[in-house]
DNA sequence: CCAACGATTAACT
DNA sequence: GTTAATCGTTGGT
């Protein structure tokens, strides 16, 4: 069975590098999930590094909790966390043992199962039909295109339900970078990096928006 | 124990 | 451009 022709699973050594050097080769790569509902496949357009313990806008900055313990372990895991109350994003873990580095998973393309991420999609109330492009464009609507969830936490992406292709020969794309979106604060958080990195002309690349939080702090 | 907030999204003025 | 929704995690008392 060809599931993704001219594509070839990505060797485990792939993700076992530093998030910096992975993130620019993950796109254009695919995630794929198969499950009993059916099989997803998304091919990746926007990521984001996170370097962990150097890394002031990374969640293990302050070392090992056990939200981000699965970070903290072999590279081709997921992290997958829980954040505003409603939202779950999912990072593919990179580097050796004991660095939490990892790539925060923010827009793609569905290549595969289509109708199944609408239904996801359409889990939450919505009116209108949801066109292709959108099913995956932001790091929530990944996650539930995927349905993944804090029960995917530490799931292997070799053996189990979820796998990850490159194309047949693959080397980095054109792509380009930019600061990561959402993390605010005073300078020293990490926004300053250039650390998102995402495909020219995709459609499914979320819009920039300069880091929440912070309007200009006056002093009183 | 408890208060603050987040690697966001969708809806609204 | 602004903001409600919504709760687990974190860090300080």
Known sequence: MV???GYEPAPRDF??????VVAPELLG?????????????IRLTEVEAYGGERDPGAHAFRGRTARTASMFGAAGHIYCYFTYGMHHAINL?????????????????VLLGADLARRRRLAKPRVSPLPDWQLARGPACVAQSL???RDNDGDDLFGGEWSFWLPVGHHALPHRTGPRVGLSGPSGDGAEY???YWLPGEASVSAYKPAAGKRAAVAP
């Open 29 to 41: 790569g695919v995630l794929v999930r198969a499950d009993a509902d059916g099989t997803v496949a």
């Open 194 to 196: 250039p650390w998102r």
């Open 93 to 109: 873990v990179t580097g050796q043992v004991g660095q939490p580095y990892g790539c925060l998973v923010r827009s793609g393309e």
């Open 147 to 149: 349905a993944a969830t």
């Open 15 to 20: 993700f076992a590098r530093d998030s910096l």
């Open 3 to 5: 599931l993704l022709p």
